[in-house]
Structures are given as C-alpha cells and as structure tokens.
C-alpha cells in the first residue's frame, strides 16, 4: 500500500511541531501539506525546518482546501471552531480526520457527528495509549467498586492550556460513568467553593490544576468506607498523543465513514 498522505494542522505549534516529526520518523505515513494560522509567522517556512528534522519540502499553508485536496487524512490538535471547519473539509474529500483537540460545544459536536457520515473521523480527549487504558481500568473499577466509593478526578496541566476540565479528565469522567450506567451529565461536580454542604452521593467530581509546564498529569481517586483506590497517568512527553494519533490515522484508513474514538482504534472498546 502507497504512504498514506497526511495534512498536519496547528503545524507551527508545539503539538503540530510534534506531529511533524512523529510523520517523518513512521513508516507508511507521509506529510503531504502543513496548516497554519492566516497571521503565523511560519507561513511558507519548510515545515520539516520549523519542526526541527530536516527539510521535508512542504511549505506550511494558510489554505486548508487546498491541503486536503490530495491528502488521505488530517491530524487535528487545533481549536474547536477550525477542527469543526476541517471536519467538513475532511467530509467533502471522504478522508480520515484525526481530532486531538478538546474544549467542544455541544453544537460544535453535533456538527462533527454530521461530519461522520462522510468522512472516518476518531475523536478522542487523549490520543495515548496509556490513558485509554486508563479509562478502560476506570470503567471497570467504577462498575465493581460501585457508588458506594466516592469518585473524584484530579488533572493538572501546563500555564497556558485554555480549557478546564481537559479533555483527559472528561474522558475518564466517562468512563467512570459509563462503568456505574450513568450518563455523565447531572453526575457531575466541577468545582467547590465556599459552604457546599456534604457531598452528594453519586457524583463524580473534577479539580482542574494548572502551572508550569507540566504535560498532563491525571489522577482518578475511588474513596470508599476506610480505603482508596488511586488510578494515575502522568504524561512525559507531548510524542505519545502524536503517535497515537498516527496510529489512528492508520488504523482509519481501513474504515468505513463514521465516528470513532481510540478505544475504538486500541481495541478497548470491545467488551
């Protein structure tokens, strides 16, 4: 099979740097066309040059058309609004598209699922291997250890992230309440201040921590009758969301027209 043609977008952030670099070291895969903002000052650069491995002659673009015109699939760790734009893009060329990105509306996401009927789009609040198994780890712990231990999640990130809870911590919170059969909304608690009275039987909360430059620490606390479990994942190094995602890229590659997730690509998602 040919390589597989992959647009990266947000290509002159620090996750798209990553992406680069990730693409250029796999077999199979290929860069086919970098996307940045229309202000970027890394507009025309040589992407491969800007991510530090070498030149790869593709120029980094401001045109998202154009980019996916001859492209196989898309890796997207942008913001809500683009990742939504390309979706449609990503419909229109019947492509893989790759969603890294985390802080969705509602309406963004119905928008995404509609998307799904022409494009094989996996979404995912984390692309890494260790935190689906995570939250495959949460579900089952949720669903023996039951309500009678206390479910509290606890994220930490770097200074500059935007969104709160990230998109790990909603992931695992899913997780825990897809394991109780619960819908996650209405059993949720995202912050306590001031007199707040006891805690309500049932709900699963969330404490969103950020400073530094930390990569994504996440910590899903079972607090029971005189004990607790504690399940972790701490992040290193912003490659392992990129080769996940690659990994998705080519797994979807294979697929029908649909919404995944990467559960769905690790295989966590069969019972």
């Known amino acids: 099979m040919t390589e597989m043609k992959l647009v990266v977008a947000g290509a002159a952030g620090r996750m798209g740097r990553v992406l680069i670099q990730t693409v250029v070291d796999t077999l199979g895969v290929t860069v086919s066309a970098a996307l940045a903002r229309k202000d970027s000052l890394a507009l025309g650069q040589d992407a491969g040059l800007l991510a530090g491995c070498g030149a790869i002659n593709v120029p980094i673009t401001a045109d998202p058309l154009a980019a996916v015109v001859d492209a196989d699939g898309i890796l997207d760790f942008t913001l ?20 890294g990105t985390t802080g969705f509306k509602p309406d963004e996401l119905a928008k995404i699922e509609a998307a799904a009927r022409h494009a094989i789009i996996i979404r995912s609040g984390n692309m890494s291997l260790g935190v689906n198994l995570l939250a495959a780890l949460v579900k089952k712990a949720a669903a023996v250890l039951g309500p ?53 039987e049932g709900d699963i909360g969330f404490v969103s921590l950020r400073g530094g430059t930390v990569v994504g620490d996440h910590d899903v606390i079972f607090a029971g009758p005189a004990e607790r479990v504690i399940l972790s994942h701490k992040a290193e190094d912003r490659s392992i969301f990129a080769r996940g995602a690659v990994q998705a890229a080519l797994w979807g590659r294979e697929r029908h027209a649909g919404l995944y997730s990467m559960q769905d690509v690790l295989g966590f998602g069969a019972e």
């Open 80 to 99: 809500p609004g683009y990742s939504v734009e390309l979706a449609a893009l990503a419909a229109q060329a019947r492509i893989v598209h790759v969603i």
């Open 148 to 200: 009678v231990f206390d479910i509290e999640i606890a994220e930490m990130h770097h200074r500059m992230k935007v969104d709160a809870p990230s998109g790990t911590a909603l992931l695992l919170g899913e997780a825990a309440a897809e394991g109780r059969g619960i819908p996650l909304a209405g059993h949720e608690q995202r912050g306590r201040d001031g007199h707040t009275g006891p805690r309500r």
